[in-house]
């Protein structure tokens, strides 16, 4: 894990997402240079499907070999599978229904309704990662992992004073009595956060400022989750200047 974490300001939503679309696309073609397989995280959340919409209308994006592409999500909210709340259903309709990616490496949760309780749901999506997982891990190594960032910090559906923050001993939590609804949710662990190679966080609007900013001036993981969010190699907020308020200048990086 690096402590070094970048703030990228940006004028907008509209610039954020065009500006991370590029860099994602970016970044994938190095990657997928470098490995035959890649895993990419995504997350619910309003940066995050506009990130996607951003990723899908970009001129670039057939240049990505989307069939080498593994998705996986931060968390989910256990709703029915055609719910407008699901997470899937918005990445779906942002991104993936219009890209040519191999619908045997999309894994989303397990949805409400289909028979399957929030412990067993959990208890799959914790086996799906392991069978995904290189020999002796629990899952695997994301390449890219997408996060929102609530206004209280939260991050994936880890919120602040929850019991669900403090879980290491498993890769995936159900969630009950999210003070966000829906009440039931799924959400990888932290250590599975801290995993990734690189985190990349989207949140925009002045109610994330003081999120961001406590979490850069070192507040606890319990009472900010997002404090907790920090990659392998690198961690990097992509946020308007309105969420950028109260980060201190010496932190933020120029975004061009
Ligand atoms: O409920 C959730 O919220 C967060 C952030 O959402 P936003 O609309 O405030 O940007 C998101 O990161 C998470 O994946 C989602 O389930």
Avoid: C
Avoid at 49 to 73: C, G, Q, Y
Avoid at 101 to 126: C, I, N, T
Avoid at 221 to 247: I, L, M
Wanted: aromatic share 6%.
């Amino acid at each position: 894990m690096t402590t070094d974490r970048r703030v990228l300001v940006h004028p907008d939503k509209e610039s954020l997402a065009g500006s991370v679309a590029a860099r994602f696309i970016t970044k994938m073609i190095d990657i997928l240079d470098e490995f035959e397989e890649a895993n990419v995280v995504l997350t619910g959340g309003t940066m995050g499907e506009k990130v996607l919409e951003a990723i899908r209308t970009s001129p670039a994006s057939h240049t990505i070999d989307w069939s080498r592409i593994t998705f996986w999500w931060g968390d989910e909210r256990f709703v029915a599978r055609d719910d407008a709340d699901r997470n899937e259903l918005q990445a779906r309709r942002a991104l993936l229904d219009h890209v040519p990616v191999d619908e045997s490496k999309v894994h989303a949760y397990p949805a409400a309704g289909e028979g399957v309780d929030l412990d067993e749901a959990a208890r799959m999506y914790a086996r799906e990662l392991a069978e995904a997982a290189p020999e002796g891990k629990e899952y695997p190594r994301f390449n890219i992992m997408f996060l929102g960032v609530g206004p209280d910090g939260h991050i994936a559906s880890l919120f602040p004073g929850h019991d669900e923050i403090r879980i290491t001993d498993t890769s995936v939590v159900p969630v009950r009595n999210s003070p966000k609804p829906p009440p039931e949710r799924l959400s990888l662990t932290l250590p599975v956060i801290q995993s990734a190679d690189r985190i990349w966080m989207v949140l925009a609007g002045a109610d994330k400022a003081s999120a961001i900013g406590l979490a850069l001036a070192g507040a606890s993981v319990d009472e900010v989750p997002v404090a907790g969010a920090q990659g392998r190699k690198r961690t990097v907020f992509f946020v308007d200047q309105e969420a950028a308020a109260e980060v201190p200048a010496a932190l933020i990086a120029p975004s061009y």
